[in-house]
């Protein structure tokens, strides 16, 4: 157990829908990054936050948009969903740079299906 | 852009072989890391390169990181079917840069 807790771990969901993934980064951590994991496409990494911030972004597309609260959890949000997004979703903590802490552990990951 | 390139893609062994896979950044990296990911799983850190040179090893298992810190190495030796799975090198560009993944190397394990 890494301590990172994804939820949903699963979500079927249609097209043009929208979907939050949740995240609840390990305890002390203040990064969170956001990882797409798709057949073809590896790991794909989507956005970085930094206790709050946004620190980092990717290949995140402008349907997707993420935050970080002030509790440091933190939500995907993905939006008029696309067959094409179905995906394993992983979330993944740091205790951050600046502590000395580039190591990331990850989340279980969350399957989104768009049928 | 700023990319990391891992190979092979896909690696078959017989048990009790060796193997190596690779990591070959176009940019300087901060550090390199390696992550190792089973069927089914999450990727689940296995070590940090920090220094040029760096050579590490964790049993079975020797990580090196190259003089120019551009590039790494996993060697596994008398591989077992417990090191089924893909393995995942990741760098970092800047203290600040995101944590860029390789493609990963499938390893499949045959008795």
């Known amino acids: 157990d890494s301590g990172v807790t994804q939820t949903p771990k699963h979500l079927i969901t249609a097209t043009g829908q929208r979907v939050t993934l949740r995240c609840s980064p390990r305890s002390g951590d203040l990064s969170v990054y956001w990882y797409q994991q798709s057949l073809d496409q590896g790991l794909q990494f989507l956005i970085q936050y930094y206790n709050g911030e946004e620190r980092a972004k990717g290949n995140i597309l402008e349907r997707f948009s993420a935050q970080q609260f002030p509790d440091l959890h933190s939500e995907l949000n993905l939006s008029s969903l696309e067959l094409g997004d179905s995906a394993l979703y992983f979330c993944?903590?740091?205790?951050?740079?600046?502590?000395?802490?580039?190591?990331?552990?990850f989340g279980e990951g969350s399957w989104l299906t768009v049928v | 852009g700023q990319q990391v390139m891992q190979i092979p893609q896909y690696q078959h062994v017989q048990e009790g072989e060796d193997f190596t896979t690779y990591c070959n950044s176009s940019t300087t990296l901060s550090n390199i890391q390696w992550y190792k990911q089973r069927p089914g799983g999450h990727p689940v850190f296995l070590i940090q390169?920090?220094?040029?040179?760096e050579v590490k090893k964790q049993k079975r298992l020797t990580f090196q990181f190259g003089e120019a810190k551009k590039n790494s190495s996993l060697h596994i030796t008398a591989t077992q079917t417990t090191d089924v799975g893909t393995y995942f090198c990741?760098?970092?560009?800047?203290?600040?840069?995101?944590?860029?993944f390789g493609a990963g190397t499938q390893v499949v394990v045959t008795p």
């Open positions: 993944a903590s740091s205790v951050g740079p600046d502590r000395g802490g580039n190591t990331i552990y």
């Open positions: 390169l920090v220094k040029s040179g």
């Open positions: 990741a760098g970092l560009m800047g203290s600040w840069g995101k944590l860029q």
